[in-house]
């Protein structure tokens, strides 16, 4: 399932979609958490969008697990530290954006509840919408820093001895 798609490896084309969704997620998210009017507009829309970030990643993980199978079978398992780097951080990142969807929504629903005060007695302290926010902004530059780091790895993999082989050539 995420193996090819048109004879292509998935994982080198859904890469790029969390390169961009991660990122925007995360600026979302920070954006809510430090405007609480939108948050209470526009919240369930950060969630949903912290959630494809999170969905994006499972595949790209999935899928660079698909593709790294294939690989290993050329190479009989031989992988360059290079590779595995990609992989270790690869694995990870599912981690991070799972946290930023997570602290985000907590965020949204505490801040809901504290908002709807006027309706039912308030059982969350004041203070847990500031810590619970600033949690939110760490959480998001944390899934950045992150996906930097799987990305860069990725593609010093890929094309580092391809570009430093081509630059004599350029001259």
Known sequence: MFD?????????????????????????SVLVAIRRPWLLRAGWWV????????????????????LLDRLDRLSDGQRTAA???????????????????????????????RAAATFRPRTIPPIVVPIVAV?????????????VRVGESGSSAVWRDTVKNSLGQLR
């Open 83 to 113: 590779v595995q780097t990609h992989v270790d951080r690869g694995a990870d990142m599912l981690w991070y954006t799972l946290g930023l969807f997570g602290v985000t929504l907590v965020l949204l629903l505490v801040t809901r509840h």
């Open 4 to 28: 090819t798609v048109s004879g292509l490896p998935l994982h080198v084309l859904v890469v790029h979609l969390a390169v961009v969704v991660v990122p925007v997620a995360a600026v979302a």
């Open 135 to 147: 949690l939110t902004v760490v959480a998001a530059v944390l899934a950045v820093i992150q996906v």
């Open 47 to 66: 969630v949903g969008l912290d959630a494809v970030a999170a969905l994006t990643t499972f595949v790209a993980k999935e899928s660079g697990t698909k």
